[in-house]
């Protein structure tokens, strides 16, 4: 079936660098993914929608200057976190539409856990 | 509009029994309910879904049950499992954003004791 792969799987950074984040869909391509933040014990929240070949898509509230996305190919969107700082630090996930028993299915990657000391 | 409201927040079931979550919406335009199994420290993984055509949706050991004139769906897993111990999120979608873009619940953490 399809799958999304994120590396890191975790990341620990100091204050004010940045940090960068894949998200690969490993045997389908994906004109769309999506990115996620979630804070423990919460629920998911949608960041940004990564376009292949077009600028970003950022929900109501999400810094893009901040959180920079850049989706160069068909199977590859990068989320990198400029000049991070403590309260960035949560568990980054991204979605990307592929298909599981010919239906159109969302599926996740594993998640990145991001730590800014 | 766009909120997906869950409950109940934490849930302990006795092994054998029925788990019962419960999520309700409001934005008449979703189409697309599905439920998600998360572990700790992973990813989402779909388990389940349904759209408003039918009232219910059955796969193994897991039952979407969908009222539409309540604008309410839930999860009901049966002969419950230790493994099954994670936590389960419900989200919506419209297919006016292809269903892509989901509205996630606030998450129940489900734990499964012996």
């Known amino acids: 079936g399809a799958v999304v792969s994120q590396h890191p799987s975790w990341v620990i950074c100091k204050s004010g660098t940045s940090v960068k984040i894949e998200c690969r869909s490993l045997d389908f391509q994906a004109t769309t993914m999506f990115w996620y933040r979630q804070f423990p014990k919460q629920s998911l929240m949608l960041m940004a929608t990564?376009?292949?070949?077009?600028?970003?898509?950022?929900e109501q509230g999400v810094e893009k200057d901040k959180f920079l996305i850049n989706h160069a190919s068909l199977t590859l969107s990068t989320l990198t976190v400029t000049s991070a700082h403590p309260e960035d630090s949560s568990f980054y996930i991204c979605s990307a539409r592929g298909t599981r028993n010919g239906l159109g299915e969302l599926f996740f990657g594993e998640g990145s856990r991001l730590t800014v000391l | 509009q766009q909120q997906v409201k869950q409950s109940p927040q934490s849930l302990i079931v006795q092994k054998g029994g029925i788990s019962i979550i419960n999520c309700a919406y409001e934005n008449t335009a979703f189409d697309y309910f599905p439920w998600y199994q998360q572990f700790p420290g992973k990813g989402p993984a779909l388990l389940i879904a349904i759209r408003p055509d039918v009232s219910e949706k059955k796969e193994g050991r897991f039952t979407i049950s969908f009222n539409k004139s309540a604008k309410q769906f839930s999860l009901h897993i049966m002969d419950s499992q230790p493994g099954d111990s994670a936590t389960y999120f419900c989200?919506?979608?419209?297919?006016?954003?292809?269903?892509?873009?989901?509205?996630f619940g606030t998450g129940t953490r489900l734990t499964i004791i012996p």
């Open positions: 990564s376009n292949e070949g077009s600028k970003a898509t950022y």
């Open positions: 989200a919506a979608s419209s297919s006016t954003f292809g269903n892509e873009k989901l509205t």
